[in-house]
Structures are given as structure tokens and as C-alpha cells.
């Protein structure tokens, strides 16, 4: 039997939770639920801290990944937290851009 592969490495700060999403393309609907389950108890962990996305591996996603990022945004404020993206390929942060998500996502 496969082992899923890991597919986010969690560090817990004082103030913040990072979490770097280690898949260099996130294109398959099976691989974004992975990537939802594991993110779900860090959220509710992270509470009212901020939660960095460090997309320093990602080349290319799909746009069902931007469909979790938004939920996920959501629920982080929800709890009294806030969201921050990090270290965006260029063409990635390009769609981010088109699609006006500079304006709900804190992206540097």
C-alpha cells in the first residue's frame, strides 16, 4: 500500500503558525483534500495568531486551490486570525492579481 506523501510541514511560533506547502503543483482534487484535512487542526490550533502560507515549492495550481485558500481565509478570520501568503512564484501571484485576490489575501 502507497503512503500519502507529505503534503505540508507545520511550524507553531508564539504569534504565528507557518505552513509551507511542499507540492511543487497542486492540480489534482485528491491532493487539495489531502492538503484540506491536514490543514483543518492547524487552523482551529492557530486560533486569533497569524497563518503564514509558504508557497515557496508551489509552480503551478489549480484554481480549485484557490477555491480552499479562500475557505481557508475564511475560517482563519472567523477564529480572530489572519492569513498571509509568502514567497509566490511570479505566475502564480500573477493569477492572484487577475482574479483581485491581492485585495482579500496579504501576499508578499
Same mark, same amino acid.
Given at each position: ?17 507557518? /505552513? &509551507?506547502?511542499?507540492? $511543487? *503543483? #497542486?492540480? $489534482? $482534487? ?10 483543518? +487542526?492547524? #487552523? ?5 495568531? =497569524?497563518? /503564514?502560507?509558504?508557497? #515557496? ?14 475557505? =481557508? ?12 501568503? *509568502?514567497?509566490?512564484? +511570479?505566475?502564480? *501571484?500573477?493569477?492572484?492579481? #487577475? &482574479?483581485?485576490? =491581492? ?6
Amino acid at each position: 500500500m502507497e503512503q500519502n506523501p507529505i503534503r505540508i510541514l507545520v511550524e507553531y511560533g508564539i504569534d504565528v503558525t507557518i /505552513v &509551507t506547502l511542499n507540492d $511543487e *503543483r #497542486i492540480l $489534482e $482534487e485528491e491532493q487539495i483534500r489531502e492538503i484540506q484535512e491536514s490543514l483543518q +487542526p492547524v #487552523i482551529e490550533k492557530n486560533g486569533e495568531k =497569524t497563518l /503564514v502560507l509558504n508557497f #515557496i515549492n508551489v509552480m503551478f495550481m489549480t484554481s480549485a486551490f484557490l477555491g480552499l485558500l479562500i475557505r =481557508t481565509h475564511k475560517k482563519v478570520c472567523e477564529l480572530g486570525g489572519r492569513i498571509e501568503l *509568502r514567497n509566490l512564484d +511570479p505566475r502564480i *501571484r500573477q493569477v492572484f492579481e #487577475i &482574479t483581485q485576490l =491581492t485585495k482579500v489575501f496579504d501576499i508578499s
